[in-house]
């Protein structure tokens, strides 16, 4: 990852710290940063949790300019600016890592656990998107949940299960964390985006029918795959 996307991550991840002070009820709302958790498969980054009575928020932050294309099930998304065009891992699978490891880390079912993916800077949507990926109304939309799942001192617990569990924020953490995405991406046994098996399929439609690939066992939940080498 380059310094200035490194950067520009930082800056996306300041802001939603910024709009959870300024807009969120801070005695209901209890707002927790840049965590890295360690899971059964190495560690997950997770860029904002806040916590209350109606659920726990996980929140992967992007701040990204340009034009937005991609929708729910595509793997990929892309971005595209003035003579430039990159694709960009699908946020929502991202934060389906982060959901499943707080879940786990937490010991709660994942319906109480809401996915949010905010972009922040100048960029602009150019397909219809989920209603939990959001440009603006952050705040908003985290307030219109109101059935409550859990009592104030579950809240507290939760908070300081975080707080404690989390590794440190240091360089250290960092580069662990790094050499952590490499290895499981590099996995043929265990799926990178939310620590579920891989099974090898055989593609039955399509350019490729025929060939073999790995997929998560959890399809169509979690949609990854990953070439397979030929060895057995």
Not at 4 to 9: A, D, L, Q, R, V
Not at 29 to 56: A, E, K
Not at 63 to 76: A, K, T, V
Not at 103 to 114: A, M, P, Q, R
Request: charged share 20%.
């Amino acid at each position: 990852m380059s310094l200035s996307n490194i950067i520009k991550g930082w800056a996306g991840e300041l802001l939603g710290t910024a709009a959870h002070k300024v807009f969120l009820d801070g005695s209901i709302y209890f707002s927790l940063h840049n965590l890295t958790l360690p899971t059964d498969n190495g560690t997950t980054q997770v860029d904002h949790v806040i916590v209350s009575r109606f659920g726990v928020f996980v929140i992967e932050a992007k701040n990204i300019d340009g034009w937005i294309f991609g929708d729910e099930r595509s793997p990929q998304w892309s971005v595209v600016k003035p003579g430039r065009k990159f694709r960009m891992q699908n946020p929502l699978y991202q934060n389906y890592r982060h959901v499943k490891a707080i879940s786990s880390f937490l010991g709660i079912d994942e319906d109480k656990l809401h996915s949010v993916v905010m972009f922040w800077g100048e960029c602009e949507f150019k397909t219809p998107m989920p209603r939990n990926v959001l440009m603006t109304g952050y705040a908003s939309y985290i307030k219109s949940f109101d059935r409550v799942f859990f009592s104030d001192d579950e809240v507290a617990s939760m908070c300081e299960a975080l707080r404690s569990g989390a590794l440190p924020k240091t360089w250290a953490t960092r580069k662990a964390h790094v050499e952590s995405l490499r290895v499981r991406h590099a996995s043929t046994t265990v799926c990178p985006k939310c620590s579920s098996p891989l099974v090898l399929r055989t593609a039955r439609s399509g350019a490729k029918a025929g060939s073999k690939f790995y997929g998560c066992s959890t399809y169509p939940k979690c949609r990854h795959t990953a070439p397979w080498s030929g060895e057995s």
